[in-house]
T-cell receptor, first 112, second 112 residues
Framework: AQSVTQLGSHVSVSEGALVLLRCNYS??????LFWYVQYPNQGLQLLLK??????LVKGINGFEAEFKKSETSFHLTKPSAHMSDAAEYFC??????????FGTGTSLTVIP | DAGVIQSPRHEVTEMGQEVTLRCKPI?????LFWYRQTMMRGLELLIY????????DSGMPEDRFSAKMPNASFSTLKIQPSEPRDSAVYFC??????????FGPGTRLTVL
């Protein structure tokens, strides 16, 4: 069975500081992994995804994530937080039959 | 492509009334998902379809909820009768194979 755990439902960082949002997964098949962002009153949009190949994946807005199979992790990072990064972030993993399994989300606050 | 289209964007109704939410997936996508999002419960998968066939409806909260996908370009989520606890944002998403899900803008439902 597939599942996703996001550690920390709320994360606060200062503007310009490193952003680190944690995601661990369990999967019985080789996973596809995703990070989505949701801005207030909007739908979810894809930040980045890992399917195969290079384990360090770069996404939009300066975000990147590294697939670490040995740690079953797919943590999201950004070197320098911007005020516009304040949003809800969801990690997801695919299972069999096209179903996605989303984490419970992490709310990122950026402090000026 | 216009992306996933949902209608209406906002719906306010009274308890006991029937509510129908509509979704048009991205052309060529073979999977369609209905989600519900609330502050208390986060993002919940209600039901998903592969090639217009319902695969997993275990997330549908009760018999008041029903979903159909009569063809590859249209799906409905119906609540009859509606209750105040159904108030939430309902998202539709579509995907092709196990690739990323594309989310619609959501329908904000308020049941008075």
């Amino acid at each position: 069975a597939q599942s996703v755990t996001q550690l920390g439902s709320h994360v606060s960082v200062s503007e310009g500081a490193l952003v680190l949002l944690r995601c661990n997964y369990s999967s019985s098949v080789p996973p596809y992994l995703f990070w989505y962002v949701q801005y207030p009153n909007q739908g979810l949009q894809l930040l980045l995804k890992y399917t195969t190949g290079a384990t360090l994946v770069k996404g939009i807005n300066g975000f990147e994530a590294e697939f670490k199979k040995s740690e079953t992790s797919f943590h999201l990072t950004k070197p320098s937080a911007h005020m516009s990064d304040a949003a809800e972030y969801f990690c997801a993993v695919t299972g069999t039959g096209n179903q996605f399994y989303f984490g419970t989300g992490t709310s990122l606050t950026v402090i000026p | 492509d216009a992306g996933v289209i949902q209608s209406p964007r906002h719906e306010v109704t009274e308890m006991g009334q029937e509510v129908t939410l509509r979704c048009k997936p991205i052309s060529g996508h073979n999977s369609l998902f209905w989600y519900r999002q609330t502050m208390m419960r986060g993002l919940e998968l209600l039901i998903y379809f592969n090639n217009n066939v319902p695969i997993d409806d275990s997330g549908m909260p009760e018999d008041r909820f029903s979903a159909k996908m009569p063809n590859a370009s249209f799906s409905t989520l119906k609540i009859q009768p509606s209750e105040p606890r159904d108030s939430a944002v309902y998202f539709c998403a579509s995907s092709h194979l196990s690739n990323e899900q594309f989310f619609g803008p959501g329908t904000r439902l308020t049941v008075l």
